[in-house]
């Protein structure tokens, strides 16, 4: 199961650099690719929001 990141992202790049897998790209909000997401969660730790999280 891969984590997501929904609408309360404020886009502040705190989690793009977590992520060892480098699944997470910008846009409005960032987003994190299914197919290269290795559930570690190292995003979900660092989001300031909460925003990232197991889908």
């Given amino acids: ?3 997501i ?3 309360g992202c404020i886009a502040c790049g705190a989690c793009m ?3 060892p ?4 790209s ?3 909000i ?3 690719s299914a197919d290269d ?3 570690c969660g190292a ?4 989001c300031p929001t909460g925003s990232a999280k197991p889908e």
């Fill in 1 to 3: 199961m891969a984590y």
């Fill in 26 to 28: 910008e846009g409005d």
């Fill in 17 to 19: 650099g977590e992520c």
């Fill in 43 to 46: 995003c979900a730790d660092v």
């Fill in 5 to 7: 990141i929904d609408e």
């Fill in 21 to 24: 897998s480098e699944a997470i």
């Fill in 30 to 32: 960032y987003v994190i």
């Fill in 37 to 39: 997401c290795i559930d």
